[in-house]
């Protein structure tokens, strides 16, 4: 008995010792699916060679800039015969996004079961360089990610980011493998994407009078000073949305309907029920002012300014917002009340309003308007209300219930609870240093236990289709700012996103020190207090 207790703890202590040694020799975050250490040292120079399949010209090339401030590469070539050097290929065995990887004293040889896949793998390998410098060493990397959408959302309405901005958002975001940006667009405060149709918008929404100081709950002054005009070009949404293909990042744009539309009606007062004059809103919240659901000409709007917006992104999604929708204007408003005494609405429940169906049925037109052109909705979980279609995809961000329910009825989800994934709550338990954020507290610790899958049955896993984090820019003015709330936290997120059931908490810490010097190198901001050990 004593002996098998004996050779049990040192069978323990001796795994934990090559699996802890290996994932700090090999620094690779998210975790990967398996790393088998091997003998020798890879020597990277500024000679050593890409030699690729035809086709993987970009991930090489990406790669080649990736790791210019350590080393400086030559072009990729293509079919050559030599065995040394950096080889990459594609092997359709393998999943979509996955890769294998050897490193070699003589040669790395990458595989992936896509661009994509090929492009992880130098992004894995790109981790090893920057831990390991030029002498990176050997060994065998097998990987895949566990849900298929990995996404980040960015709210460049409340704040503006610039196209520059954007793009280093997105380096961030592929740093850590992620394949989803959902862009807020369209708000209360701005709109800020150009709609040919619709000069007003640009011309008179993409500004406001002036901006809030402190927290929307506590606060009425504001600061006097006109903030815009700020918004896209479609030149420019092209320019980012190219930069984000390149790194094998689909960008999901989100127009806000029926609500989160005042500036909207600043520009278009006929989109409101009551057609009144209102500002650009400069307080942060939930606007009563949303656009008419009983008028027709709402519906023209917005197929218009989809059709603009399905040429800019090739996303197959699009989100249409639909959250924190109230309903006063549309309980006064005689359009609307004559379309829900047309359609036949009734209230069936507390949440199953009348007006709750009528924004159920302006999700509907719209989603089969989009669906004609081969594109589907996302909604956020308020959309449930009222009901939706069993081709929805619903973003669950009012706790996991609104992903269990969709899961649990046939839906597929997205969840962004607040409590785990609301990258604009505060880090800390004492806030203290962190300056003014909305609420809540989301600390990287919390965010690397999360169990998205609690409450759902194995069958119902399927439906989640993947998990995201949310940061909303009331509180947050600059760009630096920005990366702080992103980072280190996106760095959990992302062990979850792709290694949910594969999280290696005994290295997490040692693992993070790499990525600090990786966000150091690329001059990423990111906030002090998990390296600090503040919760
Ligand atoms: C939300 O945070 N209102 C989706
Ligand atoms: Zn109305």
Redesign the pocket.
Known sequence: MRHTLRSWVATFVALLLTFGASATTYSILPAPTSIRPSEGIFRLTHKTPIRIEKGLENPAERFIEDVAPIVSLKAPRIHAKHADGIHLALDATLHAEGYRMQITPQAIHIAGGSEAGVYYALQSLRQLIVQHRTAIPCCEVEDQPNFAYRGAHMDVVRHFFTVEEVKCYLDILAAHKLNRLHWHLTDDQGWRIEIKRYPELTEHASKRNETLIGHCLRSTTYDGIPYGPYFFTQEEIRDIVRYAAERYITIIPEIEMPS?AQAALHALPWLGCEEQQVEVWTHWGVSPEVMCGGKETTYEFLENVLTEVIELFPSEYIHIGG??CPKERWEACEHCQARIRELGLKDESETRTAENQLQSYLTGRIERFLAKHGRRIIG?D?ILAGGVSPEATV?S?QGSKGGIYAAKHGNLAIMTP?DYC?FDFYQTKSQEGEGLAIGGWVSFEKVYGWNPYEGLTADERSYIYGLQC?L?SEYITSFDHLQRMLLPRLAALSEVQWATDRRNPATIRARMEQMRRLYELYGWSYAPYYFEGRE
């Open positions: 989160h959250d924190e956020w308020d973003m961000w607040m609301y949310n909303w």
